[in-house]
């Protein structure tokens, strides 16, 4: 490719700043209903009736849904089919939906909600995943026959020879909270019936083809017998996949089912009840080193939380085992990994994607066991973390692209002064008020799914007769700017001015289904298939307009809107040439794909290659920790990140800013507070996000080097900013006080 012009830039910018971007809840169609999700007082009981008679005669109503109305499935999930549309035999856990109330007016189906009667029989309930593996725990699935949902595990040599073989082993425990992921828009959908029979939905989910699926499944239709329409959306970090999607099924059932379209905008607190968090995880963790300084074996088990109903489960503890040793070469590990049902709120996909969990605990015990050597901790990471040609400790060899582990470690070292610094913390001790620390945290990511799933992606180039081009890319656009990449990395391609390209907000009736905008794979994946599409788009131009031009196709140069010949002197226009392709009865339409690499995975001994590529990243962050109060301030962070090519830097630096902030909420403040299976914080003046002041001076620092794996040369930085902040905050609170805080939130008694 030839060398970028590329500058920052985003194409829905205006409209989103000036209001007039029309998020889900904005539209409004004739004769439109609204629905209200019903909620019970129960946890976990056994459904023996509801009543719905009240409701029914409230004014306005027109009808009451409850799982004897839905026509196809009313179990559904990405993975295990267990995800309630409707609890039906029981309910199990306090954000289980038992009726959906349908009126001319939501303020009707607001007060004809509180009419509904639930009479069950309650049942025990359990609230901690170790207490719902014990043998004789109460099952939250019978049919499942066991409360554990997975297994993973991670087997790579000897792991009690590695032991024997190290001087130190040191053994700690940690645990992570809920979280909650606090976009700014609530969940919201609209479902409407068209003359044809097809239910066309809109609605605030991060993937369309998965809201397509959930929604067929209730009501017992093929695929093509629902459209979905992608819509701005106000925030997902992950959160907005199960259950926007079955807010959206509720939609079309309700629309199917009334021949109206139906609206449902859920309120903050439904919101936080219903929707799942980022999953709690407990972990033992058990590492040996010699006195040199180098990692012989790591022992851990992990627990996680995943509430009452599946989800991702599954997918996010099989990355936690994965990455169970960080950026590290460990010749001998045994990881063992549970999901486990409990009657807490549903956990599942959240920005880090079980990364944040263990990264929490790896950068904090190669500290630990740097101390115990008696090594720095830089030394300690320079001596056992992956390098060119290493070999991970699910045996891939990092030989296929640049790893640039101790590149962004010292990246980060030199910009924040790190070395200088250290000697300035106050390990507990200080003059003044406050006690000052430093610390730092890195970590590798496999990017996109992975073993996961079938990774792959499609876009199209259509364009016009007057020169302008519509680009349609199957990758949903989450708000985080993913439009704005594909058209630029296009202009650049093309040769073409940006203002001519206009992106077409697809449906799934337009474009194949190209996978959720998941993982960090959204640029990886839509940027390889925008790039192959332009490649067959300008094969196509370049042998219709070589005669003109009096040049083979192949000698063809596309640049400053013009298309060249093999010199300066034979060029024609970029609209000349579209006209010419119309003339000749030639569509200037191409369709591209991108297939990720072959991975390949033993689920027995969790050995095989996990990602076709990797990224690297290191941040470090200061605090200020008050002796009296015991509050942390963060006075300066400082990150930086091998994301492959950089398209969009503007959107870059907002992802890296937007990771760090987030991640300094999961490490000091955030937490999902659950009493008796009871959410009891759920709204924002509860539940502490960082406010602009509590967040530092951030510097964010790009490290570019060209993925060979992605024709782009891209990779990606959505998830990997987010996932070593509190690890990082972790090791300055340390440094600040003298004591190891092993459990999040960091709480520090005064």
């Known amino acids: 490719m030839a060398e970028s ?35 019970s007082d129960f946890v976990h009981a056994r459904i023996k009736r509801i009543e719905t008679k009240a409701a029914e005669n409230y004014q306005n109503v027109l009808r009451i849904l409850t799982a004897a109305d839905v026509p196809g ?22 954000g289980d939906v038992v009726a959906l109330v349908v009126a001319s007016d939501r303020e009707s189906a607001i007060k004809a909600a509180e009419l509904i009667e639930v009479e069950a029989e309650a049942l025990p309930s359990l609230h901690d995943p170790e207490e719902a593996i014990k043998p004789d725990a109460p099952l939250i699935h019978e049919s499942h026959g066991s409360n554990i949902i997975n297994t993973h595990r991670i087997r790579r040599g000897d792991v009690e020879e590695g032991f024997e073989d190290s001087d130190f082993v040191i053994q700690r425990q940690f645990q992570t909270q809920f979280v909650e992921h606090a976009y700014l828009e609530p969940e919201a959908a609209i479902a409407l019936p068209r003359p044809d029979g097809v239910i066309e939905i809109y609605g605030s ?13 209730v009501l017992g239709v093929r695929l093509a017998d629902i459209e979905v329409i992608g819509t701005p959306m106000g925030g997902g970090f992950g959160g907005k996949d199960d259950t926007a999607a079955i807010v959206c099924a509720r939609a079309a059932l309700a629309a ?45 088990k992990i627990i996680a939380d995943g509430g009452a109903y599946c989800s991702t489960t599954p997918w996010v503890t099989w990355r936690s085992t994965v990455q169970c040793c960080g950026p590290y070469q460990v010749p001998n590990v045994h990881c063992d990994a549970l999901g486990v049902y409990t009657n807490n709120v549903v956990a599942g996909a959240m920005r880090g994607f079980g990364s944040p969990q263990m990264n929490f605990v790896v950068e904090q015990m190669v500290e630990i066991a740097a101390e115990e050597v008696g090594i720095s901790p830089v030394e300690f990471r320079h001596r056992n973390m992956v ?6 400790v699910t ?25 200088n610094k250290l000697k300035s913390c106050s390990f507990g001790k200080s003059q003044s008020d406050e006690l000052y620390g430093i610390g730092l945290a890195m ?25 302008s081009i519509i680009l349609e890319v199957g990758i949903h656009e989450n708000g985080q700017g993913a439009q704005s990449a594909f058209i630029l990395l296009l202009a650049d391609e093309l040769g073409v001015d940006r203002d001519r390209i206009r992106y077409r907000q697809p449906s799934t009736s337009t474009i194949p289904d190209s996978g959720s905008t998941v993982a960090s794979r959204g640029v990886l994946m839509g940027s390889n298939a925008v790039l192959a599409a332009a490649t067959e788009f300008k094969r196509k131009v370049s042998a219709a307009v070589s005669s003109i031009l009096k040049c083979k196709a192949q000698d063809v140069r596309f640049a400053d809107d013009r298309i060249y010949g093999r010199d300066e002197h034979h060029s024609i226009s970029f609209d000349r040439a579209m006209h010419v392709m119309f003339l000749q009865q030639q569509f200037p339409f191409a369709f591209g794909e991108y297939r990720a690499p072959r991975v390949s995975w033993d689920e027995k001994t969790g050995q095989g290659k996990a990602y076709f590529t990797w990224v690297y990243g290191c941040q470090a962050a200061e605090v200020m920790v008050n002796k009296k109060s015991g509050r942390v301030r963060l006075t300066n962070a400082v990150a930086a990140h091998d994301m492959g090519r950089v398209i969009n830097p503007g959107m870059a630096l907002g992802q890296f800013y937007g990771g760090m902030a987030m991640g300094s909420g999961y490490a000091l403040s955030e937490e999902i507070k659950i009493e008796d299976g009871e959410i009891v914080n759920l709204n924002y003046n509860s539940y502490r996000i960082p406010r602009s002041v509590d967040l530092p001076d951030m510097s964010a620092i790009f490290i570019e080097n060209p993925d060979p794996n992605s024709p782009s040369g891209a990779k990606g930085i959505g998830e990997p900013t987010n996932e070593i902040m509190a690890p990082a905050i972790a090791n300055a ?18």
Request: net charge positive.
């Open 205 to 217: 989910m991060q993937h369309p083809f998965s809201t397509r699926r959930f929604a067929a499944a």
């Open 5 to 39: 012009k590329i500058k920052s830039w985003r194409n829905d910018a205006r409209e989103k700043v000036t209001g007039q971007a029309k998020y889900t809840d904005d539209l409004s169609f004739a004769d439109m209903l609204h629905a209200v999700p019903v909620y």
């Open 387 to 392: 390098k060119q040609g290493s070999v991970t």
């Open 73 to 94: 499935a009313n179990r559904f999930g990405h993975i295990e089919k267990d995800h309630r549309i409707f609890a039906d035999d029981k309910i199990r856990y306090w």
């Open 733 to 750: 609170v340390y440094r600040a006080t003298g004591k190891r805080y092993l459990k999040l939130p960091i709480k520090i008694e005064s």
């Open 443 to 467: 970590s590798y990511r496999g990017m996109s799914l992975g073993a996961e799933g079938m990774d792959f992606c499609a876009a199209i180039i259509n364009a016009q007769f007057d020169g």
């Open 256 to 300: 199917k089912l009334t021949g109206h379209p139906v609206k449902i905008r859920y309120d903050r607190e439904w919101s936080i009840r219903e929707s799942y968090k980022r999953h709690p995880y407990r972990v033992d963790y058990k590492m040996g080193v010699t006195s040199e300084g180098e990692i012989k074996a790591v022992q851990c």
């Open 395 to 419: 045996g891939q060899k990092l030989d296929d692209h640049t790893v640039s582990m101790s590149e962004a470690l010292e990246t980060v070292i030199d910009e924040i002064d790190y070395e």
